[in-house]
């Protein structure tokens, strides 16, 4: 029950496509990796990502640099619609009693998915 009052706040999950709306990866679009309801982040496949140098050490015995998707702030984000490919905002209704997502977009209206 909780998973879902979570979900109907933030509308985003796990593997939607999203946009980036400010800052260093505006407008680049990520799939997400994984959402942190808790924190209000978000952290989207090569978006954000931080380059550390790292020594050789015993796991990694070359060193050299690792990339990593630092979290982003949900407010920062829009859903793709991966029926119109457009960001937009999502509403919910019920469908043969399965809340579902729907694309806000005037022109599409589809359903995304089921929650
Ligand atoms: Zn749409």
């Known amino acids: 029950m909780q998973k879902i009052k979570r ?7 796990r593997n939607d496509m999203v946009m980036i709306l400010s800052g260093r990866d505006k407008e680049k679009q990520g799939k997400v990796l994984k959402v942190d309801y808790k924190k209000h982040e978000i952290s989207v496949e090569g978006m954000n990502v931080l380059k550390k140098a790292v020594r050789p050490s015993q796991q990694n015995q070359k060193g050299g640099i690792i990339e990593t998707s630092l979290p982003l702030p949900l407010s920062k984000v ?13 509403t919910r209704k019920m469908v043969n009693n399965k809340m579902v997502r729907v694309c806000k977009n005037e022109k599409c209206k589809e359903i995304i998915d089921k929650v």
């Not at 979900?7 to 999950?13: C, M, S, V």
């Open 7 to 13: 979900l109907r706040k933030f509308g985003i999950k």
């Open 78 to 90: 829009k859903l793709i619609c991966p029926k119109c490919s457009k960001p937009t905002k999502i």
